[in-house]
């Protein structure tokens, strides 16, 4: 088991498991259309020193195991929530919409489970998705928000033959296209120990999770008209060599966000948390301290 009072310099071979937080996994029962499913959920929260929750939404065909350099670096700061969508990692994969709508009622519940004071939302990829549809919402109910590799419409930088692969797919042919997709998301720095945990959570996705989520999640986002309204204080971090979500998209994707500031990460592809995942947790660190100093002069 981890120590999280460890300097994660000094935990960096503990993290390249799949799982470095088996022990502390717990399930949260969903309730859709009138029955129940279950989701793994990781909730660390042994005293930290900020009375703020942050709760972590992955991307597609991920899980929440991508945030575990941030789970382990900011766990004594603040309480860290992250946890499988319905169809990825441990949680339930029967069948259903997998579609935005469906991912969004799901965050609500997990909110509504966990109960948090100072809620701060982080989304990676297709999870900024899900957590700017709850804001446009839900937006009172939440503090900050952190965007990692975010666009106002995913189906400009996302290739247009993905579709058409996904649908004629199989498993063979579904590990070919992880592998090489891997080459264009995750930089080298990132250790083959961790490239290989990546494939071992992609492989728990079902073909008609990553079928669904894709064309009812992923190519249904385009809200750019409804992100104006959100005036939460946002944080965009995107990587200098992301060719799926370049920089220009989360430029334009900043400019919908009327209280937003952009983080360009050098040498960095679209995998920043694993990649830079020290780095990532000092800039959500320095961010949501910066917003408490805030919150005290206007206090006064």
Known sequence: ???????????????????????????????????WYNISLIDINDNPLYDYTLICVHGWGSSCLNYRFLMTHLSQ??????????????????????????????????IDHIKPNNLVLIGHSMGTAIILNYLSLNQNRVKAAVILSGAANFREPLPKLLPWLIFRMDEKIKQFIVSFAMSFTSSKSVPIELKNAIKEQIAKVPYHVMRKSLLNTVFAWKRAENLRKIKTSTLLMVGEKDMLIKIRHCIELSAHLPNSRLVILPETKHDILLDKGIDVANLIHEFLEFQMDLEKIEEY
């Open 1 to 35: 088991m981890l120590n999280i009072e460890e300097p994660i310099s000094e935990q960096i071979e503990d993290l390249l498991v799949y799982d470095p937080f088996a022990e502390i996994r717990t399930t949260v029962r969903i309730r859709r259309a009138g029955s």
């Open 77 to 110: 700061y603040f309480r860290i929530v992250a946890y499988d969508l319905k169809g990825h990692g441990e949680s339930a994969k029967d069948e259903d919409s997998y579609d935005i709508g469906m991912f969004t009622e799901e965050l609500a519940q997990v």
